[in-house]
């Protein structure tokens, strides 16, 4: 695939002392900041009630639903992050693959990218596809005030891994069949995913994203040497695409722990940290300077809050080994989480 030619750096809000970015850039503010991957979503009812007869890719793509449903945990949490409501397939959809979201199921391609005809019958993405997105971002530099904005994106794996297995996977077989007996028709995919992703996260920082996270939900399925001879190029390929625009690039992954030192070689500013190990021990593994994000398991917002309370103080505290902490989940907000206690785990935080 050719390298896209780089984009120069919009003119950016004035976010002053915003902890968010701060703690991303390494620094100690005055208060550990914190936002939660999936704020936005099923546990507000007031998202359910705007969603109402509303498909999701259908929201994905009108400004003014995108913009109200970002800003609504904002309001009501007082998170120091918004996080662009998207998926991580909007990009796939705006550039013409069929593929739609199924409630209860998830993604659903049509018809599963499986040979070189279907790798090289995918299409690109033209930044035109999303400018509806871009618009959508526009209202909410308007509307966010001090508050930063996270554009996002899905890897070039898991969104390989969506295509080739046809929707979500336990195991990613036909994925990872696909990748070892024809690894050059692999790379040839994952290139071309990247520069999709690429473009889809350079539409989102022109129009004025803050930070931007790159999500590799299924990176944990692989091991260590797979990530790195098929994952690793193809992830830094992105990262390395949006380092002109000097915005904190986070990156994260569910189950990747024993993955989280190859991963930090593709070349983000922050590491998300899902449940599975402390955020100390993480810490040590990146080498002691690192940036983190996490870690608290989502599950238990379902516990009691002496409970809660006392797992949000461990992981603050294991936060301090790092050079930069911002607090967030493992993964994302469950949809039947209480909105309350997550106000309160933000105030929490905050009074820490």
């Not at 336990?170 to 473009?199: C, F, V, Y």
């Not at 091991?223 to 949006?242: I, N, Q, T, W």
């Not at 949809?335 to 905050?350: C, F, I, K, Q, S």
Request: hydrophobic share 45%.
């Amino acid at each position: 695939m050719p390298q896209l030619p780089p984009s120069p750096a919009p003119t950016r809000r004035d976010l002053g002392e915003s902890p968010f970015l701060a703690a991303a850039r390494g620094q100690r503010p005055d208060r550990t900041p914190v936002w939660f991957m999936r704020q936005a979503g099923r546990s507000l009812p007031e998202y359910r009630k705007l969603r109402e007869g509303v498909a999701m890719l259908d929201a994905c793509f009108d400004p003014e639903m995108l913009a109200e449903i970002t800003l609504q945990p904002v309001r009501r949490h007082g998170v120091d992050a918004a996080i662009l409501f998207s998926d991580i397939v909007v990009p796939l959809k705006a550039a013409g693959v069929d593929i739609d979201i199924v409630p209860g199921t998830g993604p659903v391609v049509a018809a599963p990218v499986r040979d070189t005809a279907a790798v090289r019958a995918l299409p690109l993405l033209e930044p035109e596809q999303v400018a509806r997105v871009a618009e959508g971002i526009g209202l909410l530099v308007e509307r966010l005030g001090p508050t930063p904005l996270i554009g996002f994106a899905g890897a070039p794996f898991t969104l390989a891994s969506y295509l080739i297995e046809g929707g979500p996977s336990r195991n990613h077989e036909h994925t990872k069949a696909l990748m070892h007996s024809e690894p050059a028709l692999w790379h040839e995919l994952a290139g071309h995913l990247a520069d999709i992703a690429l473009t889809f996260l350079r539409a989102q920082l022109d129009a004025g994203a803050d930070a931007m996270q790159l999500f590799d939900s299924w990176a944990g399925a692989l091991s260590e040497r797979d990530y790195r001879e098929f994952v690793l190029p193809h992830s830094a390929k992105v990262l390395s695409g949006v380092a002109d625009y000097g915005v904190p690039r986070f990156h994260f992954g569910v189950g990747t722990g024993e993955l989280l030192v190859a991963m930090r070689e593709a070349g983000a500013d922050v590491m998300g940290v899902d449940w599975r190990i402390p955020l100390d021990e993480a810490v040590r593994r990146l080498g002691g300077s690192a940036v983190v994000q996490g870690n608290l398991d989502p599950a238990l917002l379902h516990a009691s809050w002496p409970v809660l309370e006392a797992e949000v103080r461990r992981i603050v505290e294991e936060g301090r080994a790092a050079r930069g902490h911002v607090f967030n989940l493992g993964h994302g907000v469950l949809p039947g989480v209480e909105p309350e206690v997550l106000t309160r785990v933000v105030e929490l935080v905050h009074s820490l």
